[in-house]
């Protein structure tokens, strides 16, 4: 069965920065586009990050200026670079495909995965 798995997080101090890691193990990779989510418990999933398979990406208000996805198709793997991480960025970050539409929307499909908890705190 193919899935993500992100990797990569932790804990940090505001202001450091943080790259989590996405690796697919199907043989698709390099035709979808790849979604960052992130929750808090008790909350509800809000989305991160987004980048097509053109490299085209879109960010969350929260993150515009501070995060950046990139992705490596040859292997399998999408990237999110966090700087200046503040404690509101504490949450489990999530990696999985997404519907990249014409307007700039994006929507989460399939299944998700474990994700990866980080926390902001001094």
């Known amino acids: 069965q193919v899935h993500f798995v992100e990797s990569g997080g932790g804990l940090v101090q505001p202001g450091g920065s943080l790259k989590l890691s996405c690796s697919y193990s199907g043989s698709d990779f390099s035709i979808y586009a790849v979604g960052w989510y992130r929750q808090v418990v008790g909350k509800q999933r809000d989305f991160v990050a987004a980048?097509?398979?053109?490299?085209?990406?879109k960010y969350g208000d929260d993150v515009k200026g501070r995060f950046t996805a990139s992705r490596d198709n040859a292997k399998s793997t999408a990237y999110l670079q966090m700087n200046s991480l503040k404690p509101e960025d504490t949450a489990v970050y999530y990696c999985?495909?997404?519907?990249?539409?014409?307007?700039?929307?994006?929507?989460?499909?399939?299944?998700w995965g474990q994700g990866t908890q980080v926390t902001v705190s001094s």
């Open positions: 980048i097509t398979a053109g490299h085209i990406t």
């Open positions: 999985l495909w997404v519907d990249f539409y014409s307007n700039g929307d994006v929507d989460p499909r399939g299944s």
